[in-house]
């Protein structure tokens, strides 16, 4: 007798039914572990998987890491390059000096990645004292993790922004307004699509309070005051550091 997962086999009256179980084609596409690139974009629950994975977490966080520099590097040079065709430009008082098309990606790479190495022992604190017993690998892959995804939608932006700067080199608003309006736009975008991130490892903290131990239960949405926690100090720390690191790098480039 064939049934629709499997076959049952009998074999004689002496024994017991044999059921051999096959899955289902849903039940097999589930159990398969999705491209990592997919499953960022997707914000897939096997990310989780890969953070709640602490035999494997370094080479997790490596892979954030590497995901994370790529797409700023890519911002960065698409947005050093147009600051470089605007030159001799004034942005905010500030003249944008050097060669923009390098230091821009080295800025602004550092600058969110010296954020979460700095706010790292906050991350860390606040996620304790919302009593979660998360390691602090763990702490450090969830914040890479939300600049990876971050680093995704730059990139899926990016065409956009694309079309959008070449406006005043193609005549159709050739103004300096116009090109700081777009220096403006391609420095803000990378925080505004913070936004996105931030909300990815809100529903992210939601998963993982079912998977890592409580040490001291707390009341009301406790989640999204971490998560507030981490983007206020990311917030502080990173355009300090964006600014600082393009001021040095800007006189040697």
């Known amino acids: 007798?064939?049934?629709?997962?499997?076959?049952?086999?009998?074999?004689?009256?002496?024994?017991?039914?044999?059921?051999?179980?096959?899955?289902?084609?849903?039940?097999?596409?589930?159990?398969?572990?999705?491209?990592?690139?997919?499953?960022?974009?997707?914000?897939?629950?096997?990310?989780?998987?890969?953070?709640?994975?602490?035999?494997?977490?370094?080479?997790?966080?490596?892979?954030?890491?590497?995901?994370a520099t790529a797409g700023l590097l890519l911002f960065g040079l698409a947005l050093g390059t147009i600051i470089q065709l605007a030159q001799p430009i004034v942005f905010m008082g500030l003249p944008l000096e050097g060669t923009p098309i390098l230091w821009v990606p080295l800025a602004l790479t550092g600058g969110f990645l010296s954020a979460i190495a700095i706010g790292l022992p906050s991350f860390y604190f606040y996620t304790q004292l919302s009593g979660l017993d998360a390691s602090f690998r763990l702490v450090t892959a969830q914040s890479l993790r939300v600049q990876a995804r971050t680093s995704i939608i730059l990139l899926g932006l990016l065409p956009f922004y694309i079309a959008f700067?070449?406006?005043?080199?193609?005549?159709?608003?050739?103004?300096?307004i116009c090109l700081e309006t777009v220096i403006a736009v391609g420095i803000s975008l990378p925080f505004i699509v913070g936004f996105a991130g931030l909300f990815s490892i809100y529903t992210s903290f939601r998963r993982l309070v079912k998977r890592l131990p409580i040490t001291h239960p707390r009341r009301g949405d406790i989640m999204l005051r971490l998560v507030l926690c981490w983007g206020a100090v990311a917030v502080c720390v990173a355009p300090v550091a964006i600014f600082r690191i393009a001021e040095y790098l800007s006189a040697i480039l």
């Open 165 to 176: 700067s070449l406006m005043p080199f193609t005549g159709l608003a050739a103004s300096e």
């Open 1 to 67: 007798m064939e049934t629709t997962y499997g076959k049952i086999a009998t074999r004689g009256t002496r024994t017991s039914p044999k059921i051999t179980y096959h899955p289902s084609p849903d039940e097999e596409e589930q159990r398969e572990p999705r491209d990592f690139f997919d499953a960022m974009m997707r914000d897939d629950e096997s990310v989780d998987d890969m953070v709640c994975d602490e035999p494997n977490l370094v080479f997790t966080i490596q892979k954030f890491l590497a995901l």
